[in-house]
């Protein structure tokens, strides 16, 4: 019996890096990155088990520094990425790496190790993606459709293109391109278009969106002073190829047409705090989702702006005439944007939300205090998209 109440996990280190297991479409699973100083970091695999609504959680070491960023290759579950702070000679750098979790944990599973003899396992090193001329690592981008072995890397004012050789041993640096203009120039995020062909990403770097064709490596749109301050996250709706949502420190969340930059299409004003993060329902785009510095998590319907303007419709054969035209009647008025749900569970900046690769109305949002939760879609809306 599924349940509406949030399920909450601890972690006993700071964290900001979350990400679900993007290959993994059969069981619920995220991996949560943490920010220790003092101790060797951690990546903790959450496996959530909705039948039971309980949690179970694998520790793998991650000794090489605080983890700020984390994604998981498209194809393979054993694979990801995290980009991480490093000192040497009292210089901190962000790097980036592949690596392999261990094979017994590579897919989800909802038996919980036996504490007694579970040790913490540690992940095996593919390969650096080796960054020390070109700056500091802002994140690591798989290529969405892709076989796991595309990945682009954004590193201060530099996109990286590296192609991964078979066993991921090994990163080549197969294209790359740097932002030009005054001032120190820094992305602080980017998205990888999966339309297109994948051949599109764009970034966020100070107050401006920039598209970038990955063939080229030349810029295709510019969205400038996208938001009165600091773009924090980008995010492309799964359904329509043009659109993109961003968010920022000017507490906003836009959605843009890329294909006329010049104003969003929609502005959310919800937020009380910066917006670290949007996402889209990678099945219903009229669901996405927001963090922010204000503790909440907001969970809107832009219905507006989604590929299903009406809700859904229904085929007409399955319909008697009362429905029918009750259906007509229904079609006739749009459903309007709304805040569907304002989720409180946390007490610090909410650094992170994802939605479950595995299951559509599920999400998981994450605060720096180490907190994770999980929560669903309320039952109602989930059915009223649905039926």
């Given at each position: 019996?599924?349940?509406?109440?949030?399920?909450?996990?601890?972690?006993?280190?700071?964290?900001r890096?979350?990400t679900?297991?993007?290959?993994?479409?059969?069981?619920?699973?995220?991996?949560v990155?943490?920010?220790?100083?003092?101790?060797?970091?951690?990546?903790?695999?959450?496996?959530?088990?909705?039948?039971?609504?309980?949690?179970?959680?694998?520790?793998?070491?991650?000794?090489v520094?605080?983890?700020?960023?984390?994604?998981?290759?498209?194809?393979?579950?054993?694979?990801?990425?995290?980009?991480?702070?490093?000192?040497?000679?009292?210089?901190?750098?962000?790097?980036?790496?592949?690596?392999?979790?261990?094979?017994?944990?590579?897919?989800?599973?909802?038996?919980?190790?036996?504490?007694?003899?579970?040790?913490?396992?540690?992940?095996?090193?593919?390969?650096?993606?080796?960054?020390?001329?070109?700056?500091?690592?802002?994140?690591?981008?798989?290529?969405?459709?892709?076989?796991?072995?595309?990945?682009?890397?954004l590193?201060?004012?530099?996109?990286?293109?590296?192609?991964?050789?078979?066993?991921?041993?090994?990163?080549?640096l197969?294209?790359?391109?740097?932002?030009?203009?005054?001032?120190?120039?820094?992305?602080?995020s980017?998205?990888?278009s999966?339309?297109?062909?994948?051949?599109?990403?764009?970034?966020?770097n100070?107050?401006?969106?920039?598209?970038?064709?990955?063939r080229?490596?030349?810029?295709?749109?510019?969205?400038?002073n996208?938001?009165?301050?600091?773009?924090?996250?980008?995010?492309f709706?799964?359904?329509?190829?043009y659109?993109?949502?961003?968010?920022?420190d000017?507490?906003?969340?836009?959605?843009?047409?890329?294909?006329?930059?010049?104003?969003?299409?929609?502005?959310?004003?919800?937020?009380?705090?910066?917006?670290?993060?949007?996402?889209?329902n990678?099945?219903?785009?009229?669901?996405?989702l927001?963090?922010?510095?204000?503790?909440?998590?907001?969970?809107?319907?832009?219905?507006?702006?989604?590929?299903?303007?009406?809700?859904?419709?229904?085929d007409?054969?399955?319909?008697?005439?009362?429905?029918?035209?009750?259906?007509?009647?229904?079609?006739?008025?749009?459903?309007?944007?709304?805040?569907?749900?304002?989720y409180?569970?946390?007490?610090?900046?909410?650094?992170?939300?994802?939605?479950?690769?595995?299951?559509?109305?599920?999400?998981?949002?994450l605060?720096?205090?180490g907190?994770?939760?999980?929560?669903?879609?309320?039952?109602?809306l989930?059915?009223?998209?649905?039926?």
């Open positions: 019996m599924e349940d509406d109440a949030p399920v909450i996990y601890g972690l006993e280190f700071q964290a890096a979350l679900p297991q993007t290959a993994e479409t059969d069981a619920i699973r995220f991996l990155g943490t920010q220790s100083l003092r101790y060797d970091n951690q990546i903790h695999i959450i496996d959530f088990d909705d039948e039971n609504n309980i949690i179970n959680k694998n520790v793998l070491l991650h000794q520094g605080e983890i700020w960023h984390i994604s998981t290759s498209p194809a393979d579950k054993g694979v990801l990425a995290t980009c991480y702070n490093k000192t040497s000679d009292t210089k901190v750098m962000t790097c980036a790496a592949v690596w392999r979790m261990p094979k017994e944990l590579e897919s989800g599973s909802h038996e919980s190790p036996d504490d007694s003899s579970s040790s913490t396992q540690t992940l095996e090193l593919l390969c650096h993606l080796d960054n020390t001329a070109h700056g500091n690592m802002a994140c690591v981008m798989w290529e969405p459709m892709g076989d796991g072995k595309r990945i682009i890397s590193a201060d004012n530099n996109i990286l293109l590296w192609d991964l050789e078979e066993s991921s041993a090994k990163a080549v197969s294209s790359s391109t740097a932002l030009e203009g005054k001032g120190q120039l820094k992305f602080t980017g998205r990888w999966p339309h297109h062909n994948c051949t599109q990403i764009a970034t966020a100070d107050t401006t969106v920039r598209g970038w064709d990955t080229s490596m030349r810029q295709i749109y510019c969205i400038e996208a938001h009165g301050q600091l773009v924090r996250d980008l995010d709706n799964p359904n329509k190829q659109y993109l949502a961003s968010c920022g000017d507490c906003k969340v836009k959605f843009w047409d890329t294909r006329n930059a010049t104003e969003p299409v929609k502005t959310l004003e919800e937020h009380s705090h910066w917006v670290w993060n949007v996402r889209y990678h099945s219903h785009d009229q669901l996405v927001t963090g922010s510095s204000d503790s909440r998590v907001i969970l809107s319907n832009m219905v507006s702006i989604s590929s299903e303007p009406f809700g859904h419709m229904v007409d054969d399955e319909l008697s005439d009362q429905e029918d035209q009750h259906q007509e009647e229904k079609i006739k008025e749009p459903l309007q944007d709304s805040v569907i749900a304002t409180e569970e946390h007490e610090d900046s909410v650094y992170a939300v994802e939605w479950s690769s595995a299951d559509p109305w599920l999400f998981a949002s605060s720096y205090d907190r994770l939760v999980i929560n669903r879609v309320p039952r109602a989930k059915y009223h998209i649905l039926l």
